[in-house]
C-alpha cells in the first residue's frame, strides 16, 4: 500500500509564497514521475506541474514563472514552491505519483488527500 500525505497549505495574501511537500510512503520500489494538480471550485482537475525521475519538469502556462516543482528521491517527496500568488490560485491542491511497487510490476498512479490553498485579494 502507497500513502501520499501532502503539507504546505494554507491562506495567504495576494502576492505571498507557499510550499507543498508530499512525502509518498509504503512499500515502493520506484516512482516515476510526481506531479501537482489542483481542483477550484465548480471546476475540473488540472495539471500544476510535473517532474520525472531525472528531474525534466512541465508546467500549466497560468503558474509558469511563479511556481518551481522539485523532487527528494531519497526521501520520496515532491515540492511545489508557489511564488506570487494570485487569489485564481485558490483550490484544492492534489499530489500525484507513479509508483511501482516490484520490479516485475507496472507502474499505478498514486493520490494524496490534497492540501487546501487559499489565496486572498
Known amino acids: 500500500q502507497v500513502q501520499l500525505v501532502e503539507s504546505g497549505g494554507g491562506l495567504v495574501q495576494a502576492g505571498g509564497s507557499l510550499r507543498l511537500s508530499c512525502a509518498a510512503s509504503?512499500?515502493?520500489?520506484?516512482?516515476?514521475?510526481m506531479a501537482w494538480y489542483r481542483q477550484a471550485p465548480g471546476k475540473q482537475r488540472e495539471l500544476v506541474a510535473r517532474?520525472?525521475?531525472?528531474?525534466?519538469?512541465n508546467y500549466a502556462d497560468s503558474v509558469k514563472g511563479r511556481f518551481t516543482i522539485s523532487r527528494d528521491n531519497v526521501k520520496n517527496t515532491v515540492y511545489l514552491q508557489m511564488n506570487s500568488l494570485k487569489p485564481e490560485d485558490t483550490a484544492v491542491y492534489y499530489c500525484?505519483?507513479?509508483?511501482?511497487?516490484?520490479?516485475?510490476?507496472?507502474?499505478?498512479?498514486?493520490w494524496g488527500q490534497g492540501t487546501q490553498v487559499t489565496v486572498s485579494s
Open positions: 517532474i520525472t525521475s531525472d528531474s525534466s519538469t
Open positions: 500525484n505519483a507513479e509508483v511501482t511497487l516490484t520490479i516485475a510490476t507496472l507502474p499505478f498512479s498514486s
Open positions: 509504503g512499500s515502493i520500489f520506484s516512482i516515476n514521475a
